[in-house]
C-alpha cells in the first residue's frame, strides 16, 4: 500500500486507516502533490467497506504548518481558483471527509496551522497533544485563508472570536480551542496514542450504519434550516429500524448482553 504514496504514508489495519503527511523536513506544507495523495488516499479509505474508522495525522511531530508558501510566489487568481478546485480544502479535501460514512480523526500534534488548520477542522474529530499549536496566519501574508479557515471557524467558534484570530494571525493552544468545542480531546503528548486508541476503540464498537447516519444528521444539522434538518433526522432514525443491527441492540439491551454488530 505505502508504495503506491510518496508524500504520504497511508495504511489500513484492524478496520482503521491511517493516513500520514509525509513532509516533515517543512513541517508536513500541503504542497501540490501531497495534497493530490492525500485526496487519493481519503477517497480509498471513503470506497473501502473494511474501513470503518479513519486518521489524518502528520510526520515528524507537527500535523501541518499550513500551504506551500514558496509555490504562492507564482501563484496568480486563475491558477488558485484550478488548484482548489482539483484539490481545494473546502470544497475537495473537506468534501470528501465530509460525505464519508465513517468518522475521520485530525490527530495533533505540534504545528496546525493555516491550511493545516483548516484540514483538522473538516475532520469529524480532533484529538491533540496539548504541546499543539493552532491558527489561521494567512493575514500575514497578505491573505486570508482560503481553505474553508473563515467558513468553518465562525461556525465552530462564533463571529468575534473568528474574526480575532483571522484579522489577528494570532496562534491558539489546543486547551483554548478545547474549551471552545473546536477540539475534542486534549491530553499529554506521552499519552496522545492512549487516548486515539481509546477514541477509535469506542468507535469501533458501535454499528456502523448508525455511525454513519448519526454523521450525516449532524452535517445537515449546519447545512439546513431546522425543520427540514429534523424532517431529515427523522427520515435517517427511521430507516435504521430496517437494519438487523437495530434488532440487535434492542435485543441485547433486553438481555443485558454486549451486542454483536454485523453492520447491516
Known sequence: MSGEFSKVIFSKEGGVASIVLNNPSRYNALELEL????????????????VRVVLVRGAGGNFSAGADIRAFLEWD????VSIANEVGTSMVLANIIRSMQKPVIAVVEGYCLGGGFELAMSCDMIVAAEDAVFGQPEINLG????GGGTQRL?????????????MTGDRISARELEKMGVVNIVVPRDKLEEAVKELVEKLLSKPRMALAAAKEAVNLALETGLLAGLRAELMLF?????????KEGARAFLEKR???????
Open 143 to 146: 491573505l486570508i485563508p482560503g
Open 238 to 246: 427511521a430507516s435504521l429500524f430496517a437494519t438487523e443491527d437495530q
Open 258 to 264: 454486549k451486542p454483536v454488530w454485523k453492520g447491516r
Open 154 to 166: 465562525a461556525r465552530l467558534v462564533g463571529e468575534k472570536k473568528a474574526k480575532q484570530l483571522v
Open 35 to 50: 495534497r493530490r495523495e492525500l485526496r487519493r488516499a481519503l477517497e480509498e479509505a471513503a470506497r473501502d467497506d473494511e
Open 77 to 80: 487568481p486563475a491558477k488558485c
